[in-house]
Each structure stands twice: as C-alpha cells, then as structure tokens.
C-alpha cells in the first residue's frame, strides 16, 4: 500500500515549485504537485525526466490522498496572505503529525506566528529559506532550514538529495530554532542587495567614468569572477554584458530602464537589523538606493534644475580597474561581516541558537550569494561561536587588510567627479567608524543631557551623571555606582 504513495507534495507549481520537485524525482523521490491550474500540472508532468515518478493533481484532496503519512508539504507561494490561505485549506485535510513546509520568502515573524498556530492544531510547521533562484531548484539549492526539529529529522534526507554540493557535502543544515530558516534566509537576501548595489557601482565608475563599453566590461567582471573573489553575481554580471537586445541593434543592458524593484526582503533585514540594534549601513544603503532609483521622474527633473558635474575619470586604466577590485573585494567581505553580525546578534536575542559557521558552509554552494570569499570566514566562528563580528577575527583582518587603500581611493576618486558611491562609501564609514576607539560621540551625549536631563557616563569615575549646562558652576547630581 505505502510503495503506491508518494514521499513529497508540492502547492504552487510556478518555476521554483516544480523546478524543486523535479530535482526531488530525479533522485528518486516519488513527487507529487498540485496547482489549479490544470496547464501548469500538465507542463509540469511533461517535463520530468523520464522513469522519475512525478504526478500533478488539480484538487487538494487528491495531493493528500496520495502523500504517504506523516505528509510532507511544501508551499512555494508568495509571502504574506496567499500562504495563510493554502494553511486554512490545509488544516481540515491533514491529520497530526503532517509536516507544512513554506518553502518561500516569508517574514520569520509570520512565520513564527504559524508555528504556534499550527503547534495548537497539532500540525508541524517549518519555515525554509532556498535560494539559487530557477537553476538552482533544478540543480541544487542552497537550504535554510529552521524550527521544528523532529520534522526536520523527516525531511532532512529529501533536503540532502536535493541541495546544492560543495565538496560532495549539500549545502543545507538544520540552521536553528523557531523562524531560523526564514531569518537566516532574509539576512542572504539583504546581503545579495549590498554586494548587487557594490556591484553596480563599480559598473558606473568603469561605464559611464572611465567610458569602458560593455565588450571590455565583460572581459573585467569575467577576469574578476576567475580571481579571488569568484561569486555567483560576478559570473552573471560578466555574462550581462554579452547579451545581444533582440528588440534593438545593440546589448540588452543598455536598453533596460534604470528602475530597480524590490519584493520587501532587503527591507526587512534592515527592519529587522534597526530594531535589534545592530548596523548594517552597507545593506540598508543597497534597499536605499532602489528606492531612490524607483523614483526614475523625480531625478529627471532634478537632472534638469541641478547642473551635472559629471566629470571623466581619467586614472589609467589598470590602475582604476585594480583599485575597484580591491574596493570590491572590500566591501563585499565588509556586506557579509554585517549580515553574519546580525544573526549573530539576532540569534542570541531571539535565542534561535543559530550556528554561523554551518550558515557559511550552506552558502558556499547553490545560493546567490556563493562566492569564494566566504572561504575567508569559514574558520572564523569555528573559533569563536561568539564572534560578534567577523572583523574582529586576526585572520580575517590580516587578509582583507591590503584591500582598505582600493576602498578609500575609489570612494575618493568618484566622490570627486560626482559619481554616487552610496554603497561603497557607507562601507567605508562603517569600517573607519567600527575601527575607531574614540568617537565625538561625547558631544551628542553632552547635548542630550543638556536639553533633556538624558545623562551620560565619565572616562574617568563610573556611574551616571547629569549636569545642569546653563549655569557656572559644574553640577553633578546624583552619580551613581554600577
Ligand atoms: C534567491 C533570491 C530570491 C529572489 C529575491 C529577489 O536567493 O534565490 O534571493 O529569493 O530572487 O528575493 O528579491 P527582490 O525581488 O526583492 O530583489
């Protein structure tokens, strides 16, 4: 009887949703997919490599019917009510013990409302980040997942099949408690944003500064994506500038309109990054800046009224190039430094116990942000768990040390020809900030006591101090020992 049931359900059968169910079938799970839509289960049979067991069902009793027990279910749809609404018509078809899987980019807070939602019903409920977008649901994701332990023991075999490997080990681990998986997974998002807004400077400065056409770029970012700082986003950037437009004569980044979208992740981590709080100015600067390039009339007019003072930049062309590798390099090391400080940080606050070094290996393969610099790292939390920042880890700063010069003269040089270098900068004024001891910070203290009585602590005598500024004599009220 169990050999005729199937070991995993799919809803939603978009391209991420059936690309990951067809990825579960070639290694031999028998999968099962249900979406309404009555063309998309066709498609979705059609394309499943031939002796996998694979089948596409329109209703939902049908796809509960056929799961073996307990039912494993995953949803790939979008975040907010649409998942609300396949758990409502869920609930009455399951029995406890069956496991609901959100596959998506779903807010951990949501998230963490469901477990406990469907903690009462009986039900187990897992919040799991993927990433590697359509190719790598096909070919092998990078999985986050997180929460209910016992049901991770349940997916856990299906989940190694089907990732991404790196070394022949698959990039997903049991990543932490409660909302994890969707917290750990909204955190690669907000760095995916930082190293795509770094990028895309480093594009200006050569494009638009240094009037190097698309041919030449490619052959920078390729040459780039073979050295040291080999990653996913640079091998896509790369190939961007050899796509030929079929609706014009020249190349495809050329005619796309410089407007960016967002789907609310990147926004979330810094959300989420505020309210701990723990600064993360390179990713808050990426969500920033797309929000600024949504605002595509505005900046024509002010285009108009304010004089341009674009100048050319005319640093010879190696020198330029190298610079920016090493800026690059930089900030982009600097972008995971502040994404992996707010888990780390997040964990101990949320107590989501979450294990950084096992977050590292996860994204070494499948995912967006996979590159050869998190090789850097991978050592960093295995010696400290605690680490709050990777920064502070000896061999970290030794290795990224040469690098700062690149950073601050490419921050210089476009700043004075009046190239924006949102993210770049704000990298910049995060590491000259975090790597200062003293800061003027004493005066804001100052002020906030003078005006509001907010107090503040001495260099020189523990405890909590005010003063009354606006008379001669210094008064100090009531110092109190700690
Ligand atoms: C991934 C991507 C994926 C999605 C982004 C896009 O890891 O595969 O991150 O989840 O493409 O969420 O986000 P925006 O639409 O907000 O850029």
Not at 63 to 88: S, T
Not at 101 to 123: A, C, M, P, Q, V
Not at 208 to 226: K, R, S, V
Not at 393 to 415: C, H, P, Y
Request: glycine content about 8%; some cysteine.
């Amino acid at each position: 009887m169990a050999d005729n049931l199937y070991d995993f359900g799919m809803i939603g059968l978009g391209v991420m949703g059936s690309n990951l169910l067809l990825n579960m079938a070639d290694h031999g799970f028998k999968v099962v997919g249900y979406d309404k839509n009555l063309a998309k289960t066709s498609a979705f049979e059609a394309s499943a490599t031939k002796g996998t067991i694979v089948k596409g069902v329109n209703t939902l009793p049908e796809m509960i019917n056929l799961l073996q027990v307990p039912r494993k279910i995953m949803m790939l749809v979008p975040a907010g009510n649409p998942v609300d609404d396949v758990i409502a018509d869920l609930i009455p078809l399951l029995q406890p013990g069956d496991i609901i899987i959100d596959g998506g980019n779903s807010h951990y807070i949501d998230t963490l409302k469901r477990i406990t939602f469907l903690k009462e019903k009986k039900l187990h409920f897992m919040g799991i980040g993927i990433s590697g977008g359509e190719e790598g649901a096909r070919l092998g994701p990078s999985i986050m997942p997180g929460g209910d332990v016992e049901a991770y023991k349940e997916v856990e075999p299906i989940l190694k099949a089907v990732a991404a490997k790196v070394n022949d080990v698959p990039c997903v681990a049991y990543l932490g408690n409660d909302a994890a998986g969707h917290y750990v997974k909204m955190v690669h998002n907000g760095i995916e944003y930082a190293i795509m807004q770094l990028i895309s400077e480093c594009y200006d400065i050569l494009h638009n500064g240094a009037g190097i056409q698309n041919e030449e770029l490619h052959t920078i970012f390729n040459n780039w994506n073979n050295g040291d700082m080999q990653s996913y986003l640079l091998e896509i950037t790369s190939d961007i500038f050899k796509k030929k437009d079929d609706k014009s004569e020249g190349l495809l980044v050329d005619m796309i309109l410089d407007k960016a979208g967002a789907k609310g992740t990147g926004k979330w981590t810094s959300e989420a990054a505020l309210d701990l709080p723990e600064p993360i100015p390179t990713i808050d600067m990426a969500v920033m800046v797309r929000n600024l390039s949504a605002l595509k009339e505005e900046r024509v007019m002010a285009t108009s009224l304010y004089k341009s003072f674009l100048k050319k930049i005319d640093l010879p062309k190696d020198q330029l190039i190298n610079q920016l590798h090493d800026a690059l390099y930089f900030a982009t090391i600097v972008s995971y430094a502040q994404g992996l400080s707010l888990l780390t940080k997040a964990s101990a606050m949320l107590k989501m116990e979450i294990p950084l070094s096992e977050v590292i290996r996860v994204w070494t393969g499948g995912c967006i942000i996979r590159s050869r610099l998190l090789n850097i790292f991978s050592s960093a939390f295995e010696k400290n768990t605690q680490l709050p920042n990777l920064l502070l880890d000896n061999e970290v700063a030794q290795k990224i040390q040469s690098k700062i010069d690149g950073l601050r003269n490419v921050v210089i040089t476009a700043t004075a020809a009046d190239y924006p270098v949102n993210g770049l900068s704000a990298t910049l004024n995060y590491f000259t900030t975090y790597c200062r001891d003293k800061l003027p910070t004493n005066l804001i203290q100052a002020q906030r006591d003078f005006f509001g009585s907010h107090t503040y602590e001495r260099i020189d005598i523990p405890g909590v101090f005010h003063t009354n500024w606006e008379h001669d004599e210094q008064t100090v009220d009531h110092p109190s020992h700690h």
